[in-house]
């Protein structure tokens, strides 16, 4: 299927998956253990019923949303993601400009295949830092101080990684460090040969802000020492609160009451998140754990939902359960992998007319009119 036949998130999904080789794929398509969670997630999005009100002349539509402080021109932008460059090569500067040009925001991965200073640039103002906090206080301090001096003004600190997530699918295509071609690889290669160009051309991808710390790791664990610590605590969330003097985010919330907390501590928002399903299969969707949250903040801070948005009514759904803005992950990653900055444009375009028309349908002029009130279930409606 050509891009300009895909008509889904769904349809760049399975063209990314004929494109790229299978170990790759699994990389960014993968979720913990039987991924569970992760199908959850989807499935939870559809049981959400909105009721349109029709007669409401909606002729002219705004889909401007304003989250901490910043308007964008759509009420969501790309979450943080790791090693980006794996799955397709350049694909994490290709959403920095994407993000750009559109006006929405781009989030930077401390574990990002791109240095945070050049992903800065390329996100010119629209860009925010993601924190892994490290076992090693210094390398915390030392990304802090470079996402300081790049420019980034809203820290979003990663809470949902106390330990790697479970992923079986990486596990059966055994992903290891160092990187080992295997002739399972190499076959896989040959047979998806664009990938493999592209990859040769931009040569082999690294996780570029620890470039040099991770230069002699000879294991997974000590990438993931490096990379995460399950020492982080509440202390240390409100060190950092009083260390990073712009806005602060906390990324994996799902709990009403850690939600209290972080608003509490002075946070300026939460991410209500399950890392897209690839932490643990236990947990609930994240619409599911969204209303107690949105109950138990009451407006004290910011509220942003991610993990399963494919569609652009799912933003309306978490909208209207209390989101203030909304982050997507492999939406537009499964683009870049369908066909790269072109792929990037036709996944933010499906979303973007997607939510035009489905506020439309809704009955809505602009994100500030969506609320509560258009929920099936709504019981005070
Ligand atoms: C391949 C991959 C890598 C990710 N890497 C990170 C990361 O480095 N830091 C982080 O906070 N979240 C990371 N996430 C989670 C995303 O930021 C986001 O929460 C998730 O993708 C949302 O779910 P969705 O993909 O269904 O939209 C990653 C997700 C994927 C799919």
């Not at 939870?44 to 964008?72: C, H, N, W």
């Not at 559109?102 to 200073?117: D, K, R």
């Not at 035009?356 to 969506?370: C, E, F």
Request: some cysteine; hydrophobic content about 45%; proline content about 4%.
């Amino acid at each position: 299927m050509g891009l300009d036949r895909a008509a889904s998130v769904d349809d760049l999904r399975l063209r990314a998956k004929r494109r790229i080789p299978r170990f790759a794929f699994d990389l960014v398509d993968g979720g913990a253990e039987n991924e569970r969670n992760m199908r959850r997630n989807s499935e939870a999005f559809e049981e959400v019923e909105l009721t349109p009100r029709y007669m409401v002349d909606v002729s002219k539509i705004d889909t401007r949303s304003s989250v901490l402080g910043q308007t964008f021109d759509a009420p969501f932008g790309m979450a943080p993601i790791g090693m980006l460059n794996a799955f397709w090569p350049g694909a994490d500067l290709m959403l920095a400009q994407l993000c750009k040009a559109q006006n929405i925001p781009y989030v930077a991965s401390s574990a990002a295949s791109t240095t945070l200073e050049t992903l800065a640039e390329a996100a010119d103002g629209n860009g925010w830092f993601q924190l892994y906090v490290s076992s090693d206080p210094d390398v915390t301090e030392g990304l802090l101080a470079r996402a300081e001096a790049a420019g980034y003004g809203t820290l979003m600190v990663t809470a949902d990684v106390p330990a790697a997530g479970k992923r079986d699918r990486d596990i059966r295509n055994q992903l290891a460090v160092p990187f080992r071609f295997t002739p399972e690889v190499i076959m896989q290669c040959a047979m998806n040969p664009r990938w493999a160009l592209t990859s040769l051309k931009h040569g082999a991808p690294n996780v570029a802000n620890y470039a040099d710390l991770l230069q002699s790791a000879t294991s997974y664990a000590d990438v993931q020492k490096t990379l995460i610590t399950p020492g982080f605590t509440w202390d240390d969330l409100k060190h950092l609160r009083a260390r990073w003097k712009g806005q602060l985010l906390v990324k994996g919330v799902l709990h009403a009451k850690d939600a209290d907390m972080c608003a509490d501590l002075g946070c300026d928002g939460i991410v209500v998140s399950n890392h897209g399903g690839r932490q643990v299969a236990f947990g609930p969707p994240t619409v599911e754990a969204l209303p107690a949250i949105a109950k138990a903040v009451a407006g004290r801070m910011a509220i942003i939902l991610d993990s399963g948005i494919r569609r652009g009514a799912d933003m309306l759904r978490a909208k209207a359960l209390g989101a203030d803005f909304a982050f997507t992950g492999r939406a537009l990653a499964y683009g870049v992998g369908a066909g790269g900055e072109v792929g990037a444009q036709r996944a933010f375009d499906i979303l973007h007319l997607e939510l035009v028309r489905a506020l439309g349908q809704l009955g809505a002029v602009s994100l500030d009119g969506v609320g509560p009130t258009y929920l099936s279930k709504f019981k005070d409606a």
